[in-house]
């Protein structure tokens, strides 16, 4: 079974940058579409990023797109989330998660969820 885990997360000052880690375990991330979700206090967990076939490129939450960066090394089998010019507002619990299908994965609904990292931006 794929287990999950997230590393990275932190402190930063606003405009900071960011990388998370998840590195997964018990199987091939070859073989799932993967991607990053994010919890902000007092909010419903929302879609960040996510990816599934290469060719057809990553999909990003509007309010991400230009500043985050999801990618995946299938050597390492880890997924990343490059995170730039961080204002409060991305403040949160980030968490990874994989699934068989793009559309499970996209909903929130991805089988396999790590424990999740939190990411602070303040002055």
């Known amino acids: 079974q794929l287990q999950l885990a997230e590393s990275g997360g932190g402190s930063v000052l606003p405009g900071g940058s960011l990388r998370l880690s998840c590195a997964a375990s018990g199987s091939t991330l070859n073989w799932y579409a993967t991607g990053w979700f994010r919890q902000a206090p007092g909010k419903e967990r929302e879609h960040v990023a996510s990816v599934d076939d290469p060719d057809k490129g990553p999909v990003y939450a509007d309010s991400v797109k230009g500043r985050f960066t999801i990618s995946r090394d299938n050597a390492k089998n880890t997924v990343y989330l490059q995170m730039d010019n961080l204002p409060p507002e991305d403040t949160g619990v980030y968490s990874c998660?994989?699934?068989?299908?793009?559309?499970?994965?996209?909903?929130?609904?991805?089988?396999?969820w790590g424990q999740g990292t939190k990411v602070t931006v303040d002055s």
């Open positions: 998660t994989a699934d068989r299908t793009f559309p499970s994965l996209v909903r929130g609904t991805g089988a396999s």
